[in-house]
């Protein structure tokens, strides 16, 4: 997908800065939007969320110190650079600013290099905050994983073989029935551990993309009878639509992707549902897989959390299983190492659309 500009926010009420300004990030391929008071600001970001702020101290009615005191304040925003711009005598109001939470100032008149300098250099720094932010969550989320559902899984395995192995009354019904519960924990854990094995080699940079053309009729099919057998015992139907259809993108990667909708999907849809897999062609030269079901869905509010590392939402299945999200966070992860993209629409009790788009053909082609 073609990368996304950056987009500023310039905070001013003099309609010539903001005209300048403008031009000037316009041409070095930036994003602006504006705002020409600091009333309508906190407005301005619920609707879309800038990744820097250009903000002007003296301004009538509500003055730039107080736009950024308010901006800091709300947690949803705070971390959002701000650079103050300012006249030269301005300087307590400056250090006022800076103690505030903005992390940096332009003087007037603009000069362009070092506007253009300052802005990248905090745009470079709060992706690099951004990234050890996310690093220090999945490291969070890995532990807990292995502590928590690794752990379960073990207490269940130990807890069944126990029984087994110490009470020699069992019938060979009741035999028979431990020896299912260990299998179907032990696929779990396998599951579970090869997606943290997977997981972890690409947080660590460790997986090598590459990319071929896929039958996706094929990958679909294979992947549905894989958990065919889980499918069959919850009586979920599977709907197919998918034709000759294909994607550019690594065949282990795509096949984890799908392999983790199909199974997510099935987990969390009840008995006698059905699961609809369908594709087709969109704009850009790229196509969408969509996994639909008639499950237990996600309640709006939670929708932006499926696939954030530093969210700890989880979802109730139709099996009493809670999920851990590992598997929706490593289909973001390998949709985007495939130049793609991941996304989900829901309504809760009525179930869930995940999609995944990704590239036809060789994606140097279709940026040419």
């Given at each position: 997908m073609l990368r996304k500009k950056p987009i500023i926010l310039v905070?001013?009420?003099?309609?010539?800065?903001?005209?300048?300004?403008?031009?000037?990030?316009?041409e070095h391929n930036y994003s602006p939007g504006f705002a020409y008071n600091g009333m309508v600001v906190m407005d301005l970001l619920q609707k879309k969320q800038p990744d820097l702020i250009l903000l002007d101290i003296m301004m009538h009615g509500m003055d730039g110190l107080e736009v950024c005191q308010r901006i800091k304040a709300n947690k949803q925003f705070a971390d959002i650079p701000i650079i103050?711009?300012?006249?030269?005598?301005?300087?307590?109001n400056v250090v006022e600013g800076l103690k505030l939470g903005a992390v940096d100032y332009i003087t007037k008149p603009f000069n362009t290099q070092e506007l253009l300098t300052r802005i990248n250099t905090h745009l470079e720094l709060?992706?690099?905050?951004?990234?050890?932010?996310?690093?220090l969550a999945a490291k969070d989320k890995f532990f807990s994983i292995i502590s928590h559902d690794l752990g379960n899984l073990f207490n269940i395995l130990l807890g069944f073989s126990s029984v087994l192995a110490n009470n020699d009354k069992l019938t060979a019904e009741s035999k028979e029935k431990y020896i299912n519960n260990i299998l179907t924990t032990a696929n779990k854990g396998f599951n579970l551990?090869?997606?943290?094995?997977?997981?972890?080699?690409?947080?660590?940079?460790?997986?090598?993309?590459?990319?071929?053309?896929?039958?996706l009729h094929k990958m679909v099919q294979r992947n549905i009878e894989l958990i065919s057998e889980k499918a069959k015992l919850k009586q979920v139907q599977f709907n197919t639509n998918i034709g000759e259809?294909?994607?550019?993108?690594?065949?282990?990667?795509?096949?984890?992707?799908?392999?983790n909708l199909l199974s997510n999907a099935v987990k969390f849809t009840p008995s006698q549902g059905q699961i609809e897999i369908t594709t087709r062609k969109i704009e850009n030269n790229f196509?969408?897989?969509?996994?639909?079901?008639?499950?237990?869905?996600i309640p709006k509010e939670h929708v932006g959390k499926i696939?954030?590392?530093?969210?700890?939402?989880?979802?109730q299945s139709t099996d009493n299983e809670k999920g851990n999200g590992l598997g929706l966070l490593l289909c973001k992860e390998f949709a985007e190492k495939n130049?793609?993209?991941?996304?989900?629409?829901?309504?809760?009790?009525?179930?869930?659309?995940?999609?995944?788009?990704?590239?036809?053909?060789?994606?140097?082609?279709?940026?040419?």
């Open positions: 905070v001013d009420d003099n309609p010539e800065n903001l005209k300048v300004l403008g031009n000037i990030l316009n103050f711009l300012t006249a030269k005598t301005e300087t307590e709060q992706t690099t905050k951004n990234k050890l932010k996310e690093a551990l090869s997606n943290l094995l997977e997981w972890s080699r690409s947080q660590t940079g460790q997986i090598q993309v590459n990319f071929i053309s896929i039958d259809t294909t994607a550019f993108a690594d065949i282990n990667m795509l096949d984890i992707i799908i392999r196509v969408e897989i969509s996994v639909v079901d008639t499950g237990v869905g696939f954030r590392i530093d969210a700890n939402y989880t979802t130049h793609g993209t991941i996304g989900v629409e829901s309504e809760e009790g009525i179930g869930s659309r995940f999609y995944v788009q990704l590239p036809i053909d060789n994606i140097e082609d279709i940026n040419s």
